[in-house]
């Protein structure tokens, strides 16, 4: 059996839904399935507005989609794989874009702060 509680959460973060693979709000409570007493996992705001009858449906359809996903997992794995990435690589790209990120602020910041002071500019001479 297939039971849906309302927990206080233990983090305050996103929770991937057992119910349509969906994602949990950050919230501090959230739902919890359990299956024949054993914690299956999180389940977001919409699965829960679901009721019973919705769950059942959900759950149909996440697993049908689960089975597509795996097919094709299984076919990728049968085929040539190429990996253009590296950790290192994701590292420098990371600190390249946040730091462009951190200059993008500072002048944002530089530009508000510039429009909150008012300034008396002189007519034209001409």
């Not at 299984?74 to 290192?88: D, T």
């Not at 874009?97 to 008396?120: M, R, T, W, Y």
Request: charged share 35%; hydrophobic share 40%.
């Amino acid at each position: 059996m297939l039971e849906i509680r309302l927990e206080k959460a233990c983090k305050w973060t996103r929770w991937p839904c057992v119910i349509c693979g969906g994602a949990t709000n950050k919230d501090y409570v959230i739902g919890v399935a359990y299956e024949d007493g054993k914690d299956a996992g999180k389940v977001c705001d919409d699965c829960i507005d679901l009721g019973a009858k919705g769950i059942a449906e959900a759950l149909r359809e996440h697993a049908e989609n689960l089975r597509k996903w795996a097919e094709g997992l299984e076919k990728a794995s049968h085929g040539e794989i190429r990996c253009r990435a590296s950790l290192a690589k994701k590292k420098e790209m990371s600190k390249r874009i946040d730091d462009e990120l951190v200059l993008e602020n500072f002048k944002q910041a530089c530009i508000s702060e510039f429009d909150a002071v008012e300034v008396d500019i002189p007519d034209a001479p001409f």
